[in-house]
């Protein structure tokens, strides 16, 4: 009886480690998602017109890149400032960024692409991964 208290005890004990360390290691919502990365900004496409990175480095001195985590946390760098926000894959397979004003800005993944629909500029930015 005593030896099967002690059993008892130690099989709850593993049993409750297991389900709090499971939880550490957890991915985020991202993991494993094409999206997650590095993005270099390589064209963009404005009044029907679409711009090359060479066309666009006489404006900027460095071309705006995009960098999305696993967590859905992201960064997009652009013209010298970080801008930090949230992405999360809707349920089209497109995705949205959204940061801590009422501004989201929506994008996809096309031909190894990132489509970047920057609707206030009326522009569609084109970011390829680094």
């Known amino acids: 009886m005593r030896r099967m208290k002690k059993f008892s005890i130690v099989a709850c004990i593993a049993l409750m480690m297991a389900v709090f360390l499971g939880g550490c290691g957890s991915?985020?919502?991202l993991a494993g998602d094409p999206a997650v990365g590095s993005w270099t900004m390589?064209?963009?496409?404005?009044?029907?017109?679409t711009l090359t990175a060479e066309d666009l480095s006489t404006a900027m001195e460095e071309?705006?890149?995009f960098t999305i985590n696993e967590d859905g946390s992201a960064v997009l760098s652009f013209d010298g400032e970080d801008g930090k926000g949230d992405v999360t894959k809707n349920e089209d397979g497109t995705y949205t960024l959204s940061d801590d004003t009422d501004e989201t800005i929506d994008f996809e993944l096309k031909d190894n692409t990132l489509r970047l629909n920057y609707t206030a500029m009326s522009m569609v930015m084109i970011f390829e991964q680094q």
């Open 63 to 65: 071309m705006p890149t």
């Open 42 to 49: 390589t064209s963009a496409e404005y009044a029907g017109l």
């Open 27 to 29: 991915a985020g919502p």
